[in-house]
């Protein structure tokens, strides 16, 4: 699977919804992605990547677009 | 009259995220206008969030003895379609956004209107009642739990005390004011001429810790659920000058949790109080000072200042030794006046009579510190919200009759058991939607049958074994 490939993965299971779906995808904006389904795609990333992410980074993940921002800090192009 | 805003006047009673501020001589006057279109005492549908509009609107009724329900601003229009009709409402204070048929608008203030409805003053009120609140964020039967005035006035007074509030706090929303907890820190900061930092973003969001910040937060009030969050979060290595005190309540916090924010409270000057409680009793039954927070790790505590506890046995006697399992009964003239489950019954008085059956079951330590061991109810926190398992079955079995289903599970993972594999996707999905609680919550079994005794009542400890 490429990078591209396991970040779509990571919103498609975490947030249950359509690989179509996610690119769109903003925090608070859809029932999916709400405090609950943030934690849960967090740690989906977190898996994905076999990163650890930092408080500032977790809080700032507010997008679809901004996560491959955030990741690209972690040595993770997507 | 609720709160006496003209003691504070020069104070800042809420600040909101984008800037906006009222002093209590604002608030109070607010109240004033917003009450005068209203018209007299009559049942408001308050449709919340926490922004400035929401926050008015509830100041201003409860103390212009207007009714106010507090529903969420994003609850599943079938339900607010089914509490509408079931109540008659005079009016809605609702976003502006917010669309109603046959209604019009008296009055526009901070993005929210006050839409009159048809029904006009159809529906007649207690003199004692003051405030209705839904038990939980969910489903099914359009019941409410009525409190009066003296209700929240005795649970507000209790919890300044125990508290030891005063008007240099400042604590931040982190849960909705039309949950009880919110809304209790609400009212008892209001009673002391303290600041609300009001928000409608969330722990996980950058946006809440900014304005955190900015604004110098002093305290602020989570579920178990928001701990856990905190906690992935990596929330203690956070800097945070203005912080002093944490609140929790809303279900039992995992003990280990529990150690280790109490360790990180008294390594850092903060406290941590535990606290327990129910929409039943206005909101606050019970807290664990928080001298005692790592001393009795997993106790909700002492009740509070005006309350007391008893534990019953299965004969219904008292227990009067440490250390027994028994149900938690609460007496306090927080108690609230009981139900209501259509407009008829908001002109019914007292019901409870101070005596509350919490239907949780407890133990008593030699200390008299109580512990939640379990409960005699069927149901669940979901992440906060309490969540009726015999009201989800229900639900399923009225939208999915063909198929053959039970719910089980513990607090933050309700598990539905169905013996019709190919339909437990969608029943998943169905109860995420109708209780507006995160899908993630959710987990479905298949079984090759429901097991039930002879009289065909499920058996859901048998159920149970099929859950991991």
Redesign the interface.
């Known amino acids: 699977m490429t990078n591209q490939e396991k970040y779509v993965n990571a919103f498609v299971q975490?947030l249950?919804v359509s690989a179509e779906e996610a690119p769109a995808l903003v925090?608070?904006e859809s029932?999916?992605w709400?405090?609950?389904?943030?934690?849960?795609l967090?740690?989906a990333l977190e898996d994905a990547f076999d990163v650890m992410m930092?408080?500032?980074d977790?809080?700032?993940l507010?997008s679809f677009e901004k996560g491959k921002e955030i990741l690209r800090k972690y040595d993770v192009e997507i | 009259m609720m709160w006496r805003f003209e003691r504070y006047q020069a104070n800042t009673a809420v600040v909101d995220e984008y800037g906006a501020s009222l002093s209590y001589a604002e608030l109070r006057h607010e109240g004033r206008m917003l009450c005068q279109q209203a018209d007299g005492r009559c049942l408001v549908f308050c449709l919340c969030k926490n922004v400035m509009g929401s926050f008015v609107g509830y100041t201003s009724f409860v103390n212009g003895g207007v009714v106010p329900a507090m529903l969420s601003a994003d609850m599943d229009p079938a339900q607010f379609a089914a509490l509408y009709e079931a109540y008659k409402p005079k009016y809605i204070w609702a976003p502006a956004e917010f669309e109603l048929e046959d209604s019009c608008c008296r009055y526009e203030r901070f993005g929210y209107r006050l839409l009159q409805t048809p029904f006009g003053d159809a529906t007649r009120l207690s003199p004692e009642l003051a405030l209705l609140l839904t038990t939980s964020g969910s489903t099914g039967s359009p019941k409410f739990v009525r409190q009066s005035h003296n209700n929240i006035r005795a649970n507000t007074d209790s919890i300044v005390a125990y508290l030891a509030l005063t008007e240099r706090e400042r604590p931040i929303t982190t849960l909705p004011m039309n949950y009880t907890y919110g809304l209790s820190i609400l009212n008892s900061h209001l009673d002391v001429g303290a600041t609300i930092l009001l928000t409608d973003?969330?722990?996980?969001?950058?946006e809440?810790?900014n304005f955190f910040r900015e604004q110098g937060a002093t305290s602020f009030g989570g579920v178990p659920?928001t701990y856990?969050?905190l906690d992935?979060?990596?929330?203690t290595?956070?800097d945070l000058p203005s912080l002093t005190t944490l609140t929790q309540a809303g279900g039992k916090l995992l003990p280990q949790l529990h150690q280790k924010y109490a360790e990180w409270c008294r390594d850092t000057g903060r406290k941590l109080i535990v606290m327990y409680g129910q929409c039943e009793a206005t909101a606050r039954m019970a807290y664990l000072p928080w001298e005692k927070s790592l001393e009795k790790i997993g106790s909700m505590g002492i009740a509070i200042p005006g309350g007391s506890f008893e534990l019953i046995d299965a004969e219904g006697g008292l227990i009067n030794e440490p250390n027994v399992t028994g149900e938690l009964r609460y007496r306090g003239d927080n108690v609230t006046l009981g139900y209501a489950t259509g407009a008829v019954d908001l002109m019914k008085g007292d019901e409870r009579h101070g005596v509350l059956e919490t239907g949780d079951m407890a133990q008593r330590d030699a200390d008299g510190y109580y512990t939640i061991v379990g409960r005699k109810k069927r149901f669940l926190k979901m992440?906060g919200n309490r969540v009726n398992l015999d009201e989800t079955e229900r639900m399923l079995k009225a939208q999915f009759p063909a198929s053959e289903v039970a719910c089980g599970g513990h607090d933050d993972h309700l598990t539905l058991f169905s013996t019709d594999e190919g339909a437990l996707p969608a029943m998943r999905a169905y109860l995420a939607?109708k209780t507006?609680?995160?899908?993630?919550?959710f987990f479905t079994r298949a079984v090759t049958e429901i097991p039930k005794n002879d009289a065909g009542k499920t058996l859901y400890v048998e159920l149970e074994k099929y859950d991991d």
Do not use: C, P
């Open positions: 975490a249950e925090y608070g029932r999916a709400d405090s609950v389904g943030h934690m849960t967090i740690a930092e408080m500032d977790i809080i700032d507010s | 973003k969330g722990v996980a969001q950058k809440f810790w659920y856990e969050m992935r979060m990596r929330f290595r956070m992440f939607e507006g609680l995160n899908q993630s919550g």
